[in-house]
């Protein structure tokens, strides 16, 4: 008989940070206890974890399909899933295998947790996407989903029940835990262009992702610095745009690669191209694509944001996003329209003669929205859909009904949200959550107090948060220095996105997150510390 | 004939960041430019870098002892240099080894560096000492050193002279360079308690410390958190007292390797035992050592600072430095004195009674002072010279002419330059250069700025600074994080330390640094970027 009680968790793993009694220490160190909820990050939405404890050995342990699951052994996302958690669970216990055949079988062994899925095979094949239903019932030990979507959290919350007795043997405590995001969207923003990033790169950070059950990968994959994007249909602009056209470019086949790694993990792949600002590596690679900006009567030599007024610009675009239509699975396209500086716009007499004719006065905002406008019939055509940064909304361009709008803008957050919803349309929050944006001490305690809902707005206006975005951009990041500095700051708007509203007491996140973090580090990423404290295993890299 | 004019390098190698023409974009961006001083990090002190070049293949180049040179090849500090340096320049050039037979040979091929040194054969085996004259003159193509000091600094140079021209053949412009250290202590202080620090950690960054020439490895080695050091005397110290006491200290032989490495790159390992602060973990292998504190009239059960006011504290501590004498060959013991609370010793009754019984009154700096004292001569009988923070000078202990005060404390640093030299002391600066303090952006070019003799003082006094160090403290670096966070930004503080006073261009050593870094990353370390870029050869890790 299995008693449900919230009992605390015996964590040999990682017994975390010292217990001194510094009375005459002044600095305030956060210290750390176990928490009831063990290591579990994030939070799932209900736990109940049984006195009663289980041993697991790596000879015998299985994950396997239950009867009743709908899905077969030809699903390779499900095989892939259990091996994946099969070595994050065992990974380091290898030595073990010897003792398989001689070894006493023992009543409180788990040999088996049961994976059943509700949904029909054919979705096995299938991409993840805004509607997937990520939600999850765990009891001892069958992990039950209705659909795909709920595999790499149901797994991922298993695995994290696993611990390490003080014998060293795997253990795991019976427990019964009801699970789904609180948002739909939670994704991580990388930039690839002012610093390349190497695929290994990319692909270590999805894996880490999907350990905190981010759900997105918002690739900002080229800007002004580099294109390193490998476009089939025009491939001079990454010939002319990277930073190398051989050595620090993305070719179809690591596109690919990206998207199957993230797919595996149930992680939408959202690419953004963004226009008609941050194009300055566009316009190598694609003659007259850019503005030429004058100096008095004459071409200065550089160039502003996309020309608006040719129809030739219209042309290479529709064909541009065609392209990426087919390279990306995902429903969803990011188009950008941030940050349009005006200058050169102003500076052009061509452009200048185009605002008379149509009317445009002296508001460039209104040739921005005519190029927008123009930019998403054509994505609509490609059956795509499109989230767009804040000033595509703020500047009245005409949206679909079905436009996410992504709120990035520091200080007035709150006002924005309320009035992007109030208009009608689904948001993310990226604004408190700009994690290039460094300082000393534990930041990420800012990044978990966010409430994404703490605006004024109606019940209405609330729903139309999806969710959110922590945005690593790429000024002073690359393959050295990514990792580490995005997790675990990372985890903590992993929390905010996925756990009940009222999950915000710091003191138990900081317990769970210091074991975490060490799971992560244990699992191979560099996540860097909270403070000071140690890892049972340390990060063996440099 | 080789005329010798300061001419621009042709550096292929990371010909850097983007050129953009980027008039209508806001954000002030550095513009990478080739320096006329190429890669050159730090800055030699006198460089002539002629127009005629040389190519270099790794099957035929050799850096070999000159005829003239005291040294022989049973030097392995020699040897192993010539090695390592082979290795930086050649290693990623393997797949020519087959083309050795078959290949012309050519008139304007570089076949060997020659080394030579002047002083005495049997320097070969000693450490670098505070007195190690490190000056080193370079013709083409040879490197003269007086002593060995000079060897570390003259290959280094000679490397970073090396570059690959267009189609990647390795080259060097003939040059002369004239050059030594502006100050003789250039350290680095990284922290083992508040994280412990693999040796593969620390064994990466003494090397990275060569490729920048600095020459003093100050090891926090243990603190308030945890005491990795394992003492043959007193092992209790570590079993108790480290994070764990297999897997998270420091053995005789790992200590002995870390100094070994550091030695054959030519750098002083001085390791720091601080007291009476800072000992927590001290206290839990080793019972009496910490006062009591009281609460009321009962000892609370915590504990404060090394008991003062006991003789068997001192004859721990005299074993203790004894076995630390023997065990650290370098001349000097850092032994802390900064930060301490006099909270506990009040509260201690006995503590009270003893504070009477040599009329200190209330000033219990008058009882760190008397413990210090004693402190500083069980440290001098065992033959060693000591380094203090600046908190024991301030507090006016007693100490030995040759005591190094090491100034940390920020705001007041001027003053305290100014009034640690007026009592004639000999100091180090670290105050502005806490690398664990971090801020977004280039944080380089601040620790860059600082002039260390920018103080109120006489010529004389100016001469008792004999450098600094840039200190990592390690409440929020690891394995995970540590090389990255501090390389390049102690670069900057490398070249401030070596270079000309009058070396202050902040865009040149932009561009110098830019190559620098990434050459780094080309020798396997993860050193972060300085903004918006890319390398040839990005970063393997992740």
Known sequence: MLKFVSLLLALSFCQGLQHNNIDDYVEAEPVFEASKYGSLWPLPQKVQISEVSFKLTSSSFRIVDAKASSAGPSCSLLQSAYR??????????????????????????????????????????????????????????????????????????????????????????????????????????????????????????????????FNVFHWHIVDDQSFPYLSRTFPQLSEQGAYHPYTHVYTPADVKMVIEFARLRGIRVIPEFDT?????????????????????????????????????????????????????????????????????????????????????????????????????????????????????????????????????????SDKEMSSVTAAGYTTILSAPWYLDYISYGQDWQKYYKVEPLNFEGTDEQKKLVIGGEACLWGEYVDATNLTPRLWPRASAVAERLWSAKDVTDIGDAFNRLSLHRCRMVERGIPAEPLFSSYCPHEYKGV
């Not at 509700?118 to 979705?123: N, V």
């Not at 995001?181 to 790169?201: A, M, Y």
């Not at 030429?292 to 529709?318: Q, R």
Request: glycine share 8%; proline share 5%.
């Open 276 to 412: 008609p600002g941050h194009t300055q590596s566009w316009g190598k690679g694609q003659k007259d694509l850019l503005t030429p900006c004058y100096s008095g009567s004459k071409p200065s030599g550089s160039f502003g944001p996309v020309n608006p007024i040719l129809n030739t610009t219209y042309d290479f675009m529709a064909q541009f996003f065609t392209e990426i239509s087919t390279v990306f699975p995902d429903g969803y396209v990011h188009l950008g329209g941030d940050e349009v500086d005006f200058t050169c716009w102003k500076s052009n007499p061509d452009i200048q003669k185009f605002m008379e004719q149509q009317h445009f006065g002296d508001d460039y905002r209104k040739l921005e929205s005519f190029y927008i406008q123009k930019l998403l019939d054509i994505v609509t055509s490609t059956k795509k859909g499109y989230l767009i940064w804040q000033e595509v909304f703020d500047n009245g361009v005409k949206l679909k009904p079905d436009t996410v709008v992504h709120v990035w803008i520091g200080g007035g």
């Open 84 to 213: 994946r958690y099969y070595e994050y669970m065992f990974g380091s216990a290898k030595k073990q295998w010897w003792s398989k055949n001689n070894r006493r079988s023992d009543p409180s062994d788990l040999s088996e947790l049961q994976v059943w899925i509700t949904s029909p095979d054919s979705e096995c094949d299938g991409y993840p996407s805004v509607t997937s239903d990520e939600s999850c019932e765990y009891l001892p030990f069958l992990v039950h989903v209705m659909f795909y979507g709920g595999i790499q959290s149901g797994l991922e919350t298993f695995s994290q029940l696993v611990f390490e007795d003080e014998y060293g043997a795997k253990s795991i405590n019976a427990a019964i835990i009801n699970d789904f995001p609180r948002f739909q969207h939670r994704g991580i923003l990388l930039d690839s262009s002012r610093h390349f990033l190497p695929i290994k790169v990319i692909l270590a950070n999805l894996e880490t992702m999907a350990m905190n059950k």
